[in-house]
């Protein structure tokens, strides 16, 4: 089964398979006991993925007996820089609520419904545009796992009206990932590359990614889920060779402000320079405090 948008896979073969070991794993599995099962229900019990909507007094969180979210444009920064990319430059408290947050477990981190959240935090959090509440935003510091994605594609996007929606992925990997003829120590780290859907059809603001290039994990996912539902969408993969948070990867995305989506968004410079050497410095503070 493909994972992400554009996978080549290799079709199932039963070439190899003898009776003896289809026999063999249909006992392995018949050999489950009360308990296995038990454990395993409380596994993925844990492992389940929880969207709380918090919408203002007045307005119905979307669910079963709600209408879904309208939304024009719902823009979502996956990984530390990309987060903190949208807190230098597009959020601030007196133009965006947070309307919802994520609860999710697995091997490489912990999330909870809180948003009073440090950037170094692993949480995962949804912001509406006060003036326009067609604009949503999420930031999403946290890994979200491979058997947990489609859970939380469902659970986000089965609460967005799908109708005129176009989205916008940020993210980053290792520029170590990227597939070219030259070497990447001669590449100008950090750099831009875009995926999009076939229905976006707006101007990109960095050269596409070109084959055999893929994108994975969670930035792949809503991708691919947009792709499948027609909607209009863009991915910006930042390539870098720093994992932390870190200025130079955060200011890789300054194009992107010029796009049709962020133009209007983008708060006054003087604030965004003074967002972003707070959010720096908060972020070598509690480094220092656990070192």
Same mark, same amino acid.
């Given at each position: 089964?493909?994972?992400?948008?554009?996978?080549?896979?290799?079709?199932?073969?039963?070439?190899?398979?003898?009776?003896?070991?289809?026999?063999?794993?249909?006992?392995?599995?018949?050999?489950?006991?009360?308990?296995?099962?038990?454990?395993?229900?409380?596994?993925?019990?844990?492992?389940?993925?929880?969207?709380?909507?918090?919408?203002?007094?007045?307005?119905?969180?979307?669910?079963?007996?709600?209408?879904?979210?309208?939304?024009?444009?719902?823009?979502?920064?996956?990984?530390?820089?990309?987060?903190?990319?949208?807190?230098?430059?597009?959020?601030?408290?007196?133009?965006?609520?947070?309307?919802?947050?994520?609860?999710?477990?697995?091997?490489?981190?912990?999330?909870?419904?809180?948003?009073?959240?440090?950037?170094?935090?692993?949480?995962?959090?949804?912001?509406?545009?006060?003036?326009?509440?067609?604009?949503?935003?999420?930031?999403?510091?946290?890994?979200?796992?491979?058997?947990?994605?489609?859970?939380?594609?469902?659970?986000?996007?089965?609460?967005?009206?799908?109708?005129?929606?176009? =989205?916008?992925? @940020?993210? $980053?990997?290792?520029?170590?990932?990227? &597939?070219?003829?030259? #070497?990447?120590? +001669? *590449?100008?780290?950090?750099?831009?590359?875009?995926?999009?859907?076939?229905?976006?059809?707006?101007?990109?603001?960095?050269?596409?990614?070109?084959?055999?290039?893929?994108?994975?994990?969670?930035?792949?996912?809503?991708?691919?889920?947009?792709?499948?539902?027609?909607?209009?969408?863009?991915?910006?993969?930042?390539?870098?060779? =720093?994992?932390? @948070?870190? $200025?130079?990867?955060?200011?890789?995305? &300054?194009?992107?402000? #010029?796009?049709? +989506? *962020?133009?209007?968004?983008?708060?006054?410079?003087?604030?965004?320079?003074?967002?972003?050497?707070?959010?720096?410095?908060?972020?070598?503070?509690?480094?220092?405090?656990?070192?």
């Amino acid at each position: 089964m493909a994972t992400f948008f554009g996978e080549v896979v290799a079709a199932p073969s039963r070439a190899g398979v003898d009776d003896e070991e289809e026999e063999e794993a249909a006992g392995e599995a018949l050999q489950e006991t009360p308990e296995d099962r038990e454990i395993r229900r409380r596994v993925e019990e844990k492992r389940e993925v929880a969207v709380r909507w918090a919408l203002p007094a007045g307005e119905a969180a979307p669910g079963a007996a709600a209408e879904p979210l309208r939304c024009s444009s719902f823009v979502v920064a996956v990984g530390h820089n990309a987060a903190a990319f949208l807190s230098s430059f597009i959020l601030d408290s007196v133009c965006w609520e947070v309307v919802g947050a994520v609860k999710l477990w697995n091997e490489w981190c912990r999330t909870s419904n809180t948003t009073n959240v440090l950037p170094t935090d692993s949480f995962c959090l949804f912001y509406r545009l006060i003036s326009d509440p067609t604009v949503l935003l999420c930031q999403c510091s946290c890994y979200v796992a491979e058997d947990q994605q489609f859970q939380w594609l469902e659970k986000v996007f089965g609460h967005i009206q799908k109708e005129g929606l176009q =989205v916008t992925i @940020l993210s $980053t990997c290792p520029v170590a990932d990227y &597939k070219t003829q030259e #070497s990447t120590l +001669t *590449l100008p780290s950090p750099f831009l590359k875009a995926l999009k859907t076939k229905e976006f059809k707006e101007q990109v603001c960095c050269p596409l990614l070109e084959q055999p290039n893929i994108v994975r994990d969670l930035p792949a996912a809503v991708l691919s889920y947009c792709q499948v539902w027609q909607i209009p969408a863009v991915l910006y993969q930042c390539y870098t060779d =720093v994992i932390k @948070l870190d $200025t130079v990867t955060i200011e890789a995305f &300054k194009p992107l402000l #010029s796009s049709e +989506t *962020l133009k209007n968004l983008v708060k006054d410079v003087s604030e965004s320079t003074k967002s972003l050497k707070k959010l720096l410095t908060t972020n070598e503070t509690h480094n220092n405090i656990y070192i």
